[in-house]
């Protein structure tokens, strides 16, 4: 604080202690700010740093910059800085509190920065009533790049890119932030201010210094939008351009308070302590532990495997899961296994398909291009994998018979109306697992310890399994009455 | 470490969180949106932060927050997703704030569709964004992989407080795999140039804006430091059979897996073909192809792509051997025969004969750093 005595007044110049005392990131004038002579932006940053200094919050603060002439913030605050894309503070802002909540995280932008580039982060920000202050500078112009048209900008308002003036025909309407904002449920303090007159100075003040008090008491989103005056761009001298927010610019953007839960708003519970380390990987279902040890000793001495299988048929048919306790028996028996579904749009309408490989050595490829199974499910399945499979391999086929145009003199058919005989076990959406039990006839290469315990660990519903296992037992009956001593 | 059967979308996000990552932003994309998915579920249990953000745009940016407060982040998308990314990974970058990135590509351009395709190698290997900045990029080419290079990923974001992309495609995002996983959990220690709202930070800035051209220049100067110091300590790549083989057979995730195949199939038909996978595409592994190109006659290149990693190939080996390219695009995948008879077709033209090969020791793999 430094103080002039004149002959009938005392001139008090006193400096937050939010701000440096020098601004040593500045290359040369390290004493005075960047901005013109009569630019708002200086009465802007004195209160907020007041605010800062006042709530006693100048380590907590966390004040994210924008692009624009306000991108100079981390010269003058003497506080935690971060500089932001254009227009993108409200979303760097969002995580920084969400990741430092007892950060105090303000977002500081002008009207290119907020109300046109920025639209979507700041909307998204304030609906999801993002815990932090933003203070919006509106002076209804881009002025760091020289003075082009703003959405903010007023009707008839000329500017490099509206030469002619803002026309509502070719540019619309100039954008109401604060009524826009306050049609949304989250936001919790909204309030417009000017720098226009003395009067206006002190509200503008007051609004800040609540918005950021309302964070540090934890209620919510607050923003307040200052009409500040560009006498440079706005070609006006400082006095002019202060009387033109009131006179001219107020008309455009009422003065008020558009929206205030300030008192009846509750901070956040108290957010739930992060688990210990330990916990982790239990948390996360990794754990050894917690993992089954399979059946792999079951496989001991057995034959070498490699087993590739493509499966196909209607979306709901239990394509996928089918082929899941495949290869989830297949783990469980110790074998390196992959399964890769076909997925997006197919999933939902139309056919579906998954390749499964077994094997004892790690598999290179997961897709199967000449599967030695081939599990059709339907027609249009067949129709499309048929000529894929391998000589000699199998074709498990759900339907009455097989269609001749399909028949191949090297491979082995096995057709049978598996819908039907599900059906007959109790429920038609089982034939996917008569058909595994088909499947697993065929290639007898697997534990039933590790077919049980896929089944288990896939299909939680006891009632399925129960369900699924008569399945699997009858698709076994089935390969076996109809092939018994026909296999290499 | 016991394994279990897991999509490679979930393997990322589990492998995350055990590696110490507590915050995820991002936003639905096909193939890759089991990624946000099972981060929704996971990261809030494990005490960290999920949002999906209304835009990759604002996604990103979340990330520069959240890695600007000092926390292990990151996101996961789709090509169409990256490059609206592309705008906060420059800045990322700019600012030297790590983060990670999982691209789960897809088809392109435009909309294209969401069939596997490896169509992202140069928006993502060369920096879709602007600026002078590289991106450290890792290729897994198995579940397992998904899992152990996402854990990589943040240590080298960390390392080099820039931001590293998991490039992986949508087969890689979608297959289940056997995958084990460590048993314990990182706790990564608060990076000191973090802004965390206490006194300790207060002093620190977050940003990449240097107005002074020398000391722009300083910035960039140091950057590329970083990045040569990447190129020599970070390579990655596999190869496989490739010490001796007269053809190299190039190729990275799935295809890396269809090459395998191709590979084993090749030599037990006389014919000596080896596999190199580059696992880390930026720093491309380039010593890796100098070194067999002392004994390889030709270079075969096979992509889901338009020949973007045939470039980086071409650059590394810089004429010394010629190059040959088979490649599918819009969602085929170069089905093991046909690679094969490709092969062979160049084999018959280099001249490369049939002879009696060793077989391959699965145990012969070898990851080797250069």
Not at chain 1, 387 to 402: H, M, Q
Not at chain 2, 201 to 223: F, V
Not at chain 2, 318 to 324: I, K, L, S, T, Y
Request: glycine share 10%; with cysteine.
């Amino acid at each position: 604080m430094s103080s002039e005595l004149t002959s009938d007044y005392t001139v008090v110049h006193t400096k937050s202690k939010a701000f440096y005392e020098r601004y040593e990131r500045k290359d040369d004038l390290q004493h005075q700010t960047h901005f013109c002579p009569g630019c708002g932006h200086g009465n802007i940053h004195k209160m907020l740093a007041s605010a800062i200094e006042e709530l006693g919050i100048k380590d907590r603060t966390i004040l994210v910059g924008p692009v624009g002439c306000g991108v100079f913030t981390y010269y003058y605050f003497d506080v935690g800085n971060v500089s932001a894309a254009h227009g993108r503070a409200p979303a760097v802002a969002t995580a920084m509190k969400r990741s430092s909540p007892e950060g105090i995280v303000i977002s500081y932008q002008g009207d290119g920065d907020l109300s046109a580039i920025g639209t979507a982060e700041i909307v998204h920000a304030a609906n999801r009533g993002e815990r932090i202050t933003v203070i919006f500078v509106n002076n209804a112009i881009y002025s760091m790049t020289g003075g082009q048209f703003a959405p903010t900008t007023l009707i008839g308002q000329k500017s490099t890119t509206t030469p002619g003036g803002r026309s509502a025909a070719t540019e619309g309407y100039p954008l109401h932030v604060c009524e826009m904002l306050a049609t949304l449920e989250a936001p919790v303090y909204i309030e417009r201010v000017g720098l226009g007159d003395n009067k206006q100075i002190t509200q503008a003040a007051r609004a800040i210094r609540r918005a950021v008090e309302n964070q540090v008491r934890g209620v919510g989103f607050s923003l307040v939008e200052v009409l500040s005056p560009c006498p440079t761009i706005w070609k006006m001298t400082p006095v002019e351009a202060q009387h033109w927010v009131r006179d001219v610019m107020e008309k455009t953007f009422p003065l008020g308070v558009f929206r205030d839960r300030t008192r009846e708003a509750q901070p956040l519970p108290q957010q739930k302590p992060a688990p210990p380390l330990e916990e982790i990987p239990g948390i996360l279902g990794v754990a050894d532990a917690d993992l089954p040890e399979g059946n792999a000793h079951a496989m001991e001495g057995s034959r070498e495997v490699d087993l590739q299988v493509r499966i196909a048929g209607f979306g709901g048919q239990g394509v996928l899961l089918l082929g899941e306790v495949l290869a989830e028996a297949g783990l469980d028996a110790g074998l390196e296994v992959s399964w890769l579904p076909s997925y997006g749009p197919e999933m939902r309408s139309g056919t579906s398909n998954c390749h499964v490989r077994l094997s004892r050595q790690p598999i290179d490829s997961p897709l199967v291009a000449m599967p030695d199974v081939l599990v059709a499910m339907n027609e249009p399945s067949l129709r499309k994998f048929d000529a894929s499979v391998r000589p000699g391999g199998w074709i498990i086929y759900n339907g009455e018979a097989f269609p001749r145009e399909y028949e191949r003199a090297d491979v082995h058919v096995l057709a049978r109306p598996f819908t039907r005989l599900a059906d007959e076990l109790g429920d038609p959406r089982a034939s996917n697992m008569v058909m595994l039990g088909a499947l697993l006839g065929i290639a007898d290469v697997l534990p039933q310890a590790s077919i049980d315990a896929a089944l288990r660990r896939l299909v939680k519903n006891p009632r399925w399994v129960a369900l699924d296992e008569r399945a699997l037992d009858r698709g076994r009956k089935i390969y076996k009455e109809a092939h018994e001593g026909v296999l290499p | 470490m016991r394994k279990q059967l897991m999509k490679g979308n979930e393997a990322i996000v589990k492998s995350a969180i055990l590696a110490g990552c507590r915050a995820f932003y991002g936003y639905p994309i096909t193939p890759a949106s089991e990624i946000a998915e099972a981060a929704a579920f996971y990261m809030q249990r494990a005490g960290g932060v999920f949002l999906q953000a209304e835009s990759e745009v604002a996604a990103i940016n979340m990330l520069y927050g959240a890695a600007g407060a000092g926390v292990r982040a990151m996101t996961a998308s789709s090509g169409p997703g990256i490059s609206l990314m592309q705008e906060g990974i420059s800045y990322m970058a700019g600012a030297e704030l790590p983060c990670v990135i999982a691209d789960i590509t897809r088809g392109g351009p435009g909309l294209g569709n969401i069939a596997a395709e490896q169509g992202d190698y140069h928006q993502v290997v060369k920096g879709g964004g602007h600026g002078n900045y590289r991106t450290l990029v890792l290729a897994p080419y198995s579940v397992q992989e998904m899992a152990d290079l996402t854990a990589q990923a943040f240590e080298l974001a960390d390392r080099y407080r820039n931001p590293v992309f998991v490039l992986a495609d949508g087969f890689i995002g979608q297959m289940m795999e056997p995958v084990a996983f460590p048993q314990t959990a990182t706790a990564p220690v608060e990076p000191e140039w973090a802004v965390t709202g206490t006194a300790k930070t207060r002093t620190n800035l977050i940003g990449s804006l240097h107005l002074d051209i020398d000391e722009m220049e300083a910035h960039l100067r140091a950057m590329e430091a970083k990045y040569r110091h990447a190129e020599q300590y970070e390579t990655r790549a596999e190869e496989w059979s490739a010490d001796e083989a007269e053809i190299v057979l190039v190729g990275y995730g799935i295809v890396g897996r269809i090459l395998k195949a191709v590979t084993a199939e090749a030599r037990a038909d006389g014919l000596n073909v080896g596999l190199l996978r580059p696992i880390t595409l930026y720093p491309f592994p380039t010593m890796h192809f100098r070194r067999l190109a002392e004994h390889a006659r030709l270079f075969i290149v096979v992509e889901m792509s338009n020949g973007q990693l045939l470039e980086d190939v071409r650059l590394a080996l810089n004429g010394a051997r010629p190059v040959e390219f088979l490649n599918r695009m819009g969602g085929n995948v170069p089905s093991h025969h046909e690679v094969l008879d490709f092969v062979r077709e160049w084999a018959r033209r280099t001249g490369v004969l049939r002879r009696e090969l060793p077989a391959i020791a699965p145990e012969e793999e070898r990851m080797a750093n250069v």
